[in-house]
């Protein structure tokens, strides 16, 4: 096809809206490497005293299901388990394990919510990742799988990529975190969960740099490869396409024969003594990105969120004034995605601080003015009597009402957009909140006003 007339780098479609943004999970556990000791037992297989058994051996070479139980269950209780969630496996078998694990721990009732798609799954394996890839239908959730799914997967709703196996090749590794980039409605961003220090990849001046140039196939000759484009041509010997001659069998350099009989290398499965997976740990750290497409640790993104909040407002009143009216939240909520904190990476460091209950504006004081976060409640509970004391007795049943959604739901609920919903859920019908609470403009009204009020 000739040079590239122009490149577009995976860092410059994130920036520019058309690749999905993403962060990373980095998981460590005691158990990441395995030294056998004598309290262990071998249940197949023969151990080599003294070895370190690393990350390319597992599922390989040595096989302790508590290890993967573990890690299953590690991200099963991170993710949101309704979104779609591709995981990497070792081998077609280790992704057989994992798929009856996640079904083991799943909170879905359905039989189908996590299945294997593999070379070995024929047709019905491309049936599930069919449906899978249909953006209207939920079930199957999670697909396992070895190599397979590493291209060729469209599907645009994938929330989280799960490593469970080395991704030594920076070709392959683009492919699979390309799983994820699709963009799709409500889809701010993906997470990738990596057990295997994948994350090492984002430091190699390859990971977004010029594309890599395609190798010449071995057998066509061509880059890309046109082996499967390219008529097959006529055997010389037999005239037949394809060729039917017979050929001699290739004998085993090992023991000689032909098929081989060489006694296959059985894999070494472990148990850990009784105790000994209540006593496996594991660290978690989240890397942010940058605009400029680098890895950030959490302080790093803080320090940065920051540096680059003075240029929204310039005092605590100012940020008050701004988070309490809905247009002008909503337009400063716009400003702080743009520079690359969206409400996820907001919420992220709502959790880093141990404020999970509390609004997006305390995360913001609190790094911008260091005040301590309040929870939603504590603030509803501070302000209620203010906010009602402006309001006759229909309007606070049904102001009431949202600073319980607000309390349950977080800030989203007091946008204006949300103002309809609300009235359907407490009211059924718009027009039937309207007979009730005395007209729309009042209603309205009185859902702008009283968020001054619970932001004083």
């Known amino acids: 096809f000739g040079e590239p007339v122009y490149i577009y780098s995976l860092k410059e479609g994130i920036n520019d809206g058309y690749l999905t943004p993403f962060k990373v999970k980095q998981i460590a556990t005691t158990l990441d490497d395995y030294v056998y000791t004598s309290d262990d037992q071998i249940v197949e297989g023969e151990i080599e005293q003294g070895k370190r058994y690393e990350e390319e051996d597992f599922n390989r070479v040595i096989e302790i299901m508590e290890r993967e139980k573990y890690r299953v269950k590690l991200f099963m209780d991170t993710i949101e388990q309704s979104q779609k969630t591709l995981v990497f496996c070792a081998t077609q078998v280790h992704a057989l394990a994992v798929r009856d694990l996640i079904n083991q721990m799943k909170i879905s009732k359905e039989p189908n919510y996590c299945v294997r798609v593999t070379a070995n799954d024929g047709e019905l394996g491309e049936q599930h990742l069919r449906t899978f890839q249909d953006n209207e239908k939920s079930i199957p959730t999670i697909l396992t799988t070895s190599q397979k799914l590493s291209t060729g997967v469209d599907a645009r709703d994938i929330r989280n990529i799960v490593l469970m196996r080395p991704v030594n090749s920076m070709i392959e590794f683009k492919q699979i975190i390309g799983r994820g980039t699709r963009l799709f409605d409500g889809k701010d961003y993906f997470t990738v969960y990596d057990f295997v220090k994948a994350y090492e990849h984002f430091s190699d001046p390859e990971w977004d740099g010029e594309p890599i140039e395609p190798e010449l196939c071995e057998r066509c000759g061509n880059a890309p490869c046109t082996c499967e484009t390219t008529e097959p041509k006529e055997c010389p010997v037999c005239d037949r396409t394809p060729c039917v001659c017979i050929r001699e069998p290739v004998i085993c350099y ?156 977080g800030v989203g609920e007091l946008d204006q957009d949300k103002l309809p919903d609300l009235l359907e859920l407490k009211y059924h019908a718009v027009s039937d909140a309207a007979a009730e609470l005395g007209g729309v403009a009042q209603i309205r009204d009185a859902f702008i006003g009283f968020q001054r009020h619970l932001y004083d």
Request: proline share 4%; charged share 35%; glycine share 4%.
């Open 254 to 409: 090992k023991c000689g024969e032909y098929p081989c009989i060489c006694k296959k290398k059985v894999k070494i499965k472990v148990k850990l003594a009784d105790g000994k997976e209540r006593t496996i740990q594991h660290m978690m750290a989240t890397t942010f990105w940058s605009p400029e497409g680098k890895p950030m640790s959490a302080a790093e993104f803080i320090e940065r969120l920051f540096g680059d909040l003075p240029e929204l407002f310039k005092d605590e009143d100012e940020l008050r004034a701004l988070w309490s009216q809905p247009d002008t939240r909503k337009a400063l909520l716009e400003s702080l995605a743009e520079k690359g904190y969206g409400d996820e990476q907001l919420s992220e460091i709502r959790s880093m601080i141990d404020a999970e209950n509390s609004d997006l504006f305390d995360v913001l004081a609190y790094i911008a003015f260091a005040l301590s976060p309040i929870t939603r409640e504590e603030r509803v509970d501070t302000h209620k009597e203010q906010i009602f004391s402006h309001y006759d007795d229909r309007l606070k049943g049904f102001l009431d009402f949202v600073l319980v959604q607000y309390v349950k739901e």
